[in-house]
């Protein structure tokens, strides 16, 4: 009999997983239905969900907290959580009122819920975990999670002192079919609370709830744990972040802007030992978390520190500074990664790692462990949907595994394709090109595509399944070309983005030893490392190629992805070069596009003209405002 998982994120980066006996059938971010950036409902997801089974056996639900400490997030007469009552009200699972009482728990708000639901909101990092160990492939391994915050939960030693804590860092032993079992866990608290550390903690001491023993005091396990009143390492990202004037959530532009900086000796360490302890921990002094979100950065200490320094350079309020402060951030974060890693390693004596969490997502970090660790003989493996998205898949796994106890194990996951199915017919592409001006509708090849774009038009690519994750892997991509020197001011300025915001590039597998140094690994699929170029490279790939001398590159096989495959090999006859420029289809502060609908209004909005469709052999032209103007003054002369 067929076993149906469904599962959801909630809170910021909501998504969707759903399972059939195991498998992965659909995925995907809240966000690209809704149009809104790191949208934290998953409603239209779920109704997307429900396109693929009108039965789930079980729901799961996850994120950094449990159903009833989230009273304000309630639907008024939803009658119970508003996700699981959208999955009700669709006929996925009955409702409780048809249901017998030992079927259903009662919630501490005096509804009711069947026990076919299942909630895993504390412990956010052991879905995190799930989710790297099943595609990892590997038999077993151990976890490093690094994240801004994964559960919150009450801890103290007293009544009279107890304290909110939240999870920043923490290492699970992972093994078939479901053992994930911590061994060391940093919580911090926005509180001024002293820093104290156990070594042989008992997991269900502060999480567990209830009568019904919870998923983490279930695994019985012991382990290192250390409280602090300070910041984990992605709260003093954060709070970098911030200090650069983006929004704490967007990392990805402060590591963008890092190698732009330069040492700053006039700044203290952001990381200190902390007593007898293998790990340092962040200086107080300096960060500030807000948990969940958010981190402050303190300029009067640092200010202080500085006064009568010789080796200042720069003020720190300065741009200049702002960006010696991104580097700095970067340098001493993954520095403090590397190190609990080699933790985890020591720990458990297993050389297979995995890494999740927010901090996964740094591809800069992630290419440097390899140069760092590679006397260890440490196996590495980054999970690419490691933002919370990811957790949704790593629930259900969880889930799957607990239940069934399936003796066969995951290969490692190959492709990222999982959103929903679009089969638009010739009529389907008429009706939504008709609600857009200026647009033409053209039969193209291949040739015709890279032709465009050796004439320096920058081609936007829709094809397919929509990728899960952050990361375009040529089914929503704008593509250009890479030896253009002035590409990336060129399309940053297109896509409304900052200038110091780098590029990806896709190259044919079998060509990328001989462009870039993959410091042992046979492929990078999933664009989750800056690599460095071979000798001479640089100069052929200008566009793509970041400040640092790296790229953030994707490595395409045609069983991977057949159209890409076949239209990079039309670039690379054409030019002898096997990459070809990709980054995200979207305009700055947009989700990536999902539909048809969202890739025309994206190009209408910008000076983006083509979307090519290789499934239909189909080229759209949308013509920019300037062309119509200039049509416009020919026809009056």
């Not at 997983?17 to 949208?39: C, H, I, P, Q, S």
């Not at 939960?153 to 911590?182: L, Q, R, S």
């Not at 200490?301 to 702002?322: H, N």
């Not at 004439?455 to 397919?464: E, H, R």
Request: charged residues 25%.
């Amino acid at each position: 009999m067929t076993q149906w998982i469904g599962a959801l994120s909630r809170g910021h980066n909501a998504g969707v997983a759903l399972l059939k006996d195991g498998e992965l059938v659909f995925a995907m971010e809240e966000e690209r239905l809704t149009r809104e950036k790191y949208d934290g409902g998953p409603l239209a997801s779920i109704v997307k969900m429900r396109e693929y089974t009108d039965h789930l056996d079980y729901l799961v639900l996850c994120h950094t907290t449990r159903l009833e400490q989230h009273k304000d997030m309630r639907l008024d007469y939803c009658g119970n959580d508003p996700y699981y009552g959208l999955v009700r009200k669709l006929g996925m699972l009955p409702d409780t009122s048809r249901m017998d009482k030992e079927e259903c728990r009662e919630m501490p708000n005096g509804n009711w819920m069947p026990k076919t639901v299942v909630d895993m909101g504390h412990i956010h990092h052991r879905c995190h975990a799930s989710t790297a160990f099943y595609n990892s492939g590997f038999d077993s391994a151990v976890a490093v999670i690094v994240d801004g915050a994964g559960s919150w939960a009450k801890f103290g030693g007293t009544e009279k002192f107890v304290e909110d804590y939240w999870e920043t860092e923490t290492i699970f032993d992972c093994a078939y079919p479901a053992k994930f079992d911590t061994k060391y866990k940093h919580i911090g608290s926005k509180y001024a609370s002293p820093f104290c550390s156990y070594n042989n903690f008992a997991s269900d001491f502060w999480c567990n709830y209830g009568e019904e023993r919870s998923w983490e005091s279930k695994q019985n396990d012991h382990h290192e744990l250390v409280a602090t009143h300070g910041a984990g390492i992605v709260k003093c990202y954060e709070a970098i972040t911030e200090y650069c004037g983006f929004d704490a959530i967007e990392a990805g532009k402060t590591m963008g802007l890092a190698p732009y900086g330069e040492e700053c000796d006039y700044v203290p360490p952001f990381f200190v030992q902390k007593g007898d302890h293998d790990l340092k921990y962040a200086d107080n002094n300096h960060f500030t978390p807000c948990y969940p979100n958010g981190a402050l950065y303190n300029l009067n200490y640092v200010s202080q520190i500085r006064e009568g320094s010789t080796q200042s350079t720069a003020p720190l309020y300065t741009f200049e500074g702002r960006r010696n402060s991104a580097w700095k951030v970067q340098q001493e974060s993954q520095q403090q990664v590397l190190e609990l890693i080699r933790k985890a390693v020591r720990m458990t004596g297993n050389k297979n790692v995995v890494i999740s969490g927010g901090y996964a997502l740094n591809c800069m970090a992630n290419y440097w462990y390899l140069d760092q660790l590679k006397e260890e003989g440490i196996n590495l493996y980054v999970e690419p949907v490691s933002n919370d998205a990811g957790t949704a898949l790593g629930g259900a796994l969880l889930l799957h595994h607990d239940l069934n106890k399936p003796l066969t194990k995951h290969s490692r996951i190959t492709n990222l394709y999982t959103g929903p199915h679009y089969n638009y017919t010739t009529e389907d592409i008429d009706l939504v090109t008709t609600k857009h001006k200026g647009v033409s509708v053209s039969d193209a090849t291949n040739k015709d595509v890279i032709d465009l774009i050796l004439n320096k038009n920058i081609v936007a690519l829709f094809q397919g399944r929509s990728e899960a994750g952050p990361r375009a892997l040529g089914n929503r991509s704008i593509l250009y070309d890479p030896r253009d020197p002035n590409g990336k001011d060129h399309v940053n300025n297109v896509k409304h983005r900052e200038y110091f915001r780098p590029f990806a590039g896709s190259i044919l597998k079998e060509h990328v030893h001989d462009w870039f140094d993959l410091r042992g690994m046979e492929e990078t699929p999933f664009m989750m490392y800056a690599v460095e170029c071979q000798e001479g490279i640089e100069e052929k790939i200008p566009s793509i190629i970041h400040v640092d001398g790296t790229c953030r590159i994707q490595t395409v096989t045609e069983e991977q992805n057949e159209n890409y495959y076949k239209l990079i090999t039309e670039f690379f006859e054409q030019t002898g070069c096997p990459i070809i420029f990709n980054t995200s289809f979207n305009l700055g502060g947009e989700p990536l596009v999902e539909t048809l609908d969202d890739a025309l209004r994206t190009l209408a909005n910008s000076d983006i003209e083509y979307l090519y469709l290789p499934e239909y052999s189909t080229l759209i032209h949308v013509k920019n405002p300037e062309e119509e103007l200039e049509e416009t003054e020919i026809t009056r002369i």
